[in-house]
């Protein structure tokens, strides 16, 4: 009888260890096959041979529409390049610029090439590459000049309400006092230098490039003095695709590619 009472309690109890030896492979298996996928992850960041690039249209000539409705420009060169460069095929995501971080959080995207600076990134968990491109402002000048505090005591044109007008209008409380030249547009101020009104301007760098393009004979110097550099957004603990992003970014600028780039649009 003693056995019969407790017997039965013997086995079920030998039932639930059995029971629960069995459901223990799944897990482990489950287990070992996340981890071979992680370490996949590690090796292929981009295991499915596409990178999913997000991209802000409107913000020519980084990217814009052409009004037949094709996406073009600096970033969008930019993001086929890197592709290349790393061997996968490219497929871009038009974003608006507020949306860029959700769509790279909510895994729309696996980078962001959108005209992103380091304070972009504050209150986000997204990685970023390093620098891409410089966007900051240049010093353009025939003087000889390569610093703001060179500009004491003469005259500084720039184009009125922009990024150029807010530096130079803080540098004015810094220095000695120099004359200030606003103009309406980036190209003006560069000719009040070219023409000799002014002796230097201080100009975003794409606006640089493009005049002087336009007016090949003119060679001032172009220092900068205040940078300002772009960079691409990675999800965060994505490290393998920053890698990867970081090493074609450095492979195009040591081929020449990134120059060509830049000389074409900006």
Known sequence: MMFARYGRFLLAGIGLILLGLLTIPPTVDHARTSIREARAQRADPFPSGVMRVGINPNNPPFAFYTPQGEMIGFEVDLAHALAAEIGVEVVLVPVGFDA???????????????????D?????RAELSQPYYDA????????????MRDVAGHALAFQLGGTADEVARNWSRRIAPFTMLPYETPDHALDA????????ALVEASAVAGYLRAHP?????????????????????????RREVNRAISALYRTGQMQTLIERWL
């Not at 900051?136 to 610093?147: E, R």
């Open 193 to 200: 230098v070219r023409l000799g009104i002014a002796p230097a």
């Open 100 to 118: 860029l971080f959700d769509a790279l959080t909510a895994d729309r995207v696996d980078i962001l090439i959108a005209a992103l600076i380091a």
């Open 120 to 124: 972009n990134f504050r209150g986000t």
């Open 217 to 241: 004979d003119w060679t001032p110097d172009t220092p900068y003095v205040v940078n300002q550099p772009y960079v691409v957004g990675v999800r965060a603990g994505a490290s393998a695709i």
């Open 136 to 147: 900051g402002l240049m010093l353009v000048n025939a003087m000889g000049w390569d610093a």
